[in-house]
T-cell receptor
Framework: KQEVTQIPAALSVPEGENLVLNCSFT??????LQWFRQDPGKGLTSLLL?????REQTSGRLNASLDKSSGRSTLYIAASQPGDSATYLC????????FGSGTKLNVKP | SAVISQKPSRDICQRGTSLTIQCQVD?????MFWYRQQPGQSLTLIAT?????????ESGFVIDKFPISRPNLTFSTLTVSNMSPEDSSIYLC???????????FGQGTRLTVV
């Protein structure tokens, strides 16, 4: 069974800092990997989707990479802002989604 | 991307009662799913809502407790039956659009059982 792990569980950084969130998974047989953002008590907003044949995807200040062979993905956030404060979840997909437990990010003004 | 409307956004319910959550999508989608997110935890898949047939439940979830309907390709409901405080969670509807494995989520229903 796929297991998805996210480290760190929580992260606090000053505004303007570049940061990296990590996601690891045990089974490399995936169709894709998706990064989400979740604000407290709310649903999930899709940030980036990386297909299994791709190495990375970019959207604005966000860049996500995927290394299937090592079972790792990273989400890079450039020039962080207080509005980026949220929980970030990664999920792999192979017939169904497997979610990590998330990294709670706090960007301090 | 699909726009998903989930109702209610939150509710406080008495134990022993039932709550039905609605999920409406603005376009036809192949797959619809229901997830539970208990406080401080990640998402757990409850079931896949199948159009015109019985939902497919994950291990640990049963139809009597979580009956699901999906009458068409744009709408589904999840009922949380005979609620107890342990059912207090965020319930999320998710869809995958036809031919795509990218998931989209509703805004969730925050349920508190007292």
């Amino acid at each position: 069974k796929q297991e998805v792990t996210q480290i760190p569980a929580a992260l606090s950084v000053p505004e303007g800092e570049n940061l990296v969130l990590n996601c690891s998974f045990t089974d490399s047989a995936i169709y894709n990997l998706q990064w989400f953002r979740q604000d407290p008590g709310k649903g999930l907003t899709s940030l980036l989707l990386i297909q299994s044949s791709q190495r990375e995807q970019t959207s604005g200040r966000l860049n996500a990479s995927l290394d299937k062979s090592s079972g790792r993905s990273t989400l890079y956030i450039a020039a962080s802002q207080p509005g980026d404060s949220a929980t970030y979840l990664c999920a792999t997909y192979f017939n169904k989604f497997y979610f990590g437990s998330g990294t709670k990010l706090n960007v301090k003004p | 991307s699909a726009v998903i409307s989930q109702k209610p956004s939150r509710d406080i319910c008495q134990r022993g009662t039932s709550l039905t959550i609605q999920c409406q999508v603005d376009s036809q989608v192949t797959m619809m799913f229901w997830y539970r997110q208990q406080p401080g935890q990640s998402l757990t898949l409850i079931a896949t809502a199948n159009q015109g047939s019985e939902a497919t439940y994950e291990s640990g979830f049963v139809i009597d407790k979580f009956p699901i309907s999906r009458p068409n390709l744009t709408f589904s409901t999840l009922t949380v039956s005979n609620m107890s405080p342990e059912d207090s969670s965020i319930y999320l509807c998710s869809v995958e659009e036809s031919g795509d494995t990218e998931a989209f989520f509703g805004q969730g229903t925050r349920l508190t059982v007292v």
